[in-house]
């Protein structure tokens, strides 16, 4: 279609890279947000807490006597900060969101762009040029989608944080139903640190991490197997010359050669573990690279990996 | 010490099969079994013992055979249905 308006290769690439200067910005200026507009002016709502949390309120909670007096007053310290802390949040929650999705958009837009005028338009040289303005813009998103584990995980990371500080309320909203002298601002001020921090990057991440390891360790201690493996010969045959391996290596009492070939494979290995010890180790990870499989291929496949790795100790 | 579940709409020859080729993988010998609650038999199968069993541990729902040694008992899936059953080796 450009090719009908006659422009020039020169004035052509020149127009693709004012696409690439200015498209970004249009697009930056417009990320997916994912969150609907909040009508709320939050920096006005964080002035008016700031009271709540700079120390004013906090005087006359000390300043009043009894429970009937300080309880209203710890109260509304706990909801104000409450409240500080969830604007915060979600100020951050939406930055998070934003920052996964806005640069990518642009970007790959102006790389569709002049891909679509790399393929329709020009002369070899022409296109060529394009083409090179092309990757150079897919390029750098390239580089930005090595992030897309950042974009898959921040949906996991942002969940995480909603279930942390949804626990961490428990215990404030628990503590705010007994009377000041069973549950005073200070103890209520440790809640709400953890409040706080339940919303960290980091705090999700511990969670997730130790939820990963407990499933991990689950699916050791709790191998399933869906069915008898009618395994093929060239399986059986190469498994057997494996384990034969192993078992006369135990046979021998040979832990060194035994933690070498878990070494090899990239297992560790305890110190002061037994010969035994590491022929379990080896055991476990054999059956569940290669027995959990479920087709043939995969586990022939498993075993020609474990083959190349294993070569300097066994052939099979 | 590596639990195997299986599948719970086995017949005896085949949860004896499965066994049989637990232990080899596993390079060591069955010592208890049972069920979990996911509805599936449990084998339970010693990885860091010296070696697999030969012959392989066996299965039964019938009586211990003669000269057979005991492993354990246990209720385990015959075809969808839970059987006391008693493992054993000769």
């Given at each position: 279609m450009l090719s009908a308006l006659k422009l020039s290769p020169f004035r052509l690439i020149c127009s693709a890279i004012l696409a690439c200067i200015c498209l970004p910005s249009l697009f930056a200026c417009a990320p997916l947000q994912g969150y609907p507009l909040d009508?709320?002016?939050?920096?006005?709502?964080?002035?008016?807490?700031?009271?709540?949390?700079?120390?004013?309120?906090?005087?006359?909670?000390?300043?009043?006597?009894?429970?009937?007096?300080?309880?209203?007053?710890?109260?509304?310290?706990?909801?104000?900060?409450?409240?500080?802390?969830?604007?915060?949040?979600?100020d951050?929650e939406k930055s998070l969101y934003s920052e996964s999705n806005g640069v990518a958009v642009g970007s790959d837009l102006v790389g569709l762009i002049l891909g679509g005028l790399t393929a329709t338009t020009g002369n070899a040289a022409t296109k060529a040029a394009l083409g090179a303005a092309s990757v150079g813009v897919l390029g750098a998103n390239t580089a930005i989608n090595k992030d897309l584990y950042y974009q898959k995980t921040i949906v996991?990371?942002?969940?995480?944080?909603?279930?942390?500080?949804?626990?961490?309320?428990?215990?404030?909203?628990?503590?705010?139903?007994?009377?000041?002298?069973?549950?005073?601002?200070?103890?209520?001020?440790?809640?709400?640190?953890?409040?706080?921090?339940?919303?960290?990057?980091?705090?999700?991440?511990?969670?997730?991490?130790?939820?990963?390891?407990?499933?991990?360790?689950?699916?050791?201690?709790?191998?399933?197997?869906?069915?008898?493996?009618?395994?093929?010969?060239?399986?059986?045959?190469?498994?057997?010359?494996?384990?034969?391996?192993?078992?006369?290596?135990?046979?021998?009492?040979?832990?060194?050669?035994?933690?070498?070939?878990?070494?090899?494979?990239?297992?560790?290995?305890?110190?002061?573990?037994?010969?035994?010890?590491?022929?379990?180790?080896?055991?476990?990870?054999?059956?569940?690279?290669?027995?959990?499989?479920?087709?043939?291929?995969?586990?022939?496949?498993?075993?020609?990996?474990?083959?190349?790795?294993?070569?300097?100790?066994?052939?099979? | 010490?590596?639990?195997?579940?299986?599948?719970?709409?086995?017949?005896?020859?085949?949860?004896?099969?499965?066994?049989?080729?637990?232990?080899?993988?596993?390079?060591?010998?069955?010592?208890?079994?049972?069920?979990?609650?996911?509805?599936?038999?449990?084998?339970?199968?010693?990885?860091?013992?010296?070696?697999?069993?030969?012959?392989?541990?066996?299965?039964?729902?019938?009586?211990?055979?003669?000269?057979?040694?005991?492993?354990?008992?246990?209720?385990?899936?015959?075809?969808?249905?839970?059987?006391?059953?008693?493992?054993?080796?000769?």
């Amino acid at each position: 279609m450009l090719s009908a308006l006659k422009l020039s290769p020169f004035r052509l690439i020149c127009s693709a890279i004012l696409a690439c200067i200015c498209l970004p910005s249009l697009f930056a200026c417009a990320p997916l947000q994912g969150y609907p507009l909040d009508p709320e002016d939050t920096n006005a709502t964080l002035k008016n807490l700031a009271p709540y949390f700079n120390g004013t309120v906090e005087a006359q909670y000390v300043a009043a006597a009894g429970d009937t007096s300080k309880t209203p007053i710890r109260d509304a310290i706990v909801y104000a900060r409450i409240r500080g802390y969830n604007i915060e949040f979600a100020d951050f929650e939406k930055s998070l969101y934003s920052e996964s999705n806005g640069v990518a958009v642009g970007s790959d837009l102006v790389g569709l762009i002049l891909g679509g005028l790399t393929a329709t338009t020009g002369n070899a040289a022409t296109k060529a040029a394009l083409g090179a303005a092309s990757v150079g813009v897919l390029g750098a998103n390239t580089a930005i989608n090595k992030d897309l584990y950042y974009q898959k995980t921040i949906v996991a990371l942002l969940s995480q944080m909603e279930a942390n500080r949804a626990k961490a309320k428990i215990s404030i909203i628990q503590g705010l139903n007994l009377p000041d002298s069973k549950y005073n601002l200070f103890q209520a001020y440790g809640d709400l640190d953890a409040y706080k921090n339940a919303g960290s990057i980091p705090g999700a991440i511990s969670v997730i991490t130790q939820s990963a390891e407990t499933q991990k360790q689950d699916a050791v201690n709790a191998m399933v197997l869906q069915g008898i493996t009618l395994e093929t010969p060239a399986v059986s045959a190469r498994y057997d010359i494996l384990t034969t391996y192993i078992l006369g290596l135990v046979k021998k009492k040979d832990a060194t050669t035994l933690g070498k070939m878990a070494n090899a494979i990239g297992l560790s290995v305890p110190p002061g573990s037994t010969y035994l010890d590491i022929k379990g180790i080896l055991a476990r990870y054999l059956y569940v690279t290669i027995d959990s499989k479920t087709s043939e291929a995969d586990k022939l496949a498993a075993l020609n990996t474990l083959a190349v790795v294993l070569k300097p100790y066994v052939t099979f | 010490m590596t639990i195997v579940e299986a599948d719970p709409s086995y017949t005896v020859d085949q949860l004896n099969a499965f066994v049989t080729q637990s232990e080899k993988r596993l390079m060591g010998p069955l010592t208890a079994i049972g069920n979990n609650t996911n509805g599936k038999t449990t084998l339970t199968i010693d990885e860091r013992a010296p070696s697999n069993p030969t012959p392989p541990s066996k299965i039964t729902t019938g009586q211990l055979p003669v000269g057979a040694t005991k492993i354990g008992d246990g209720r385990v899936y015959i075809s969808g249905t839970l059987t006391d059953a008693i493992a054993y080796k000769t």
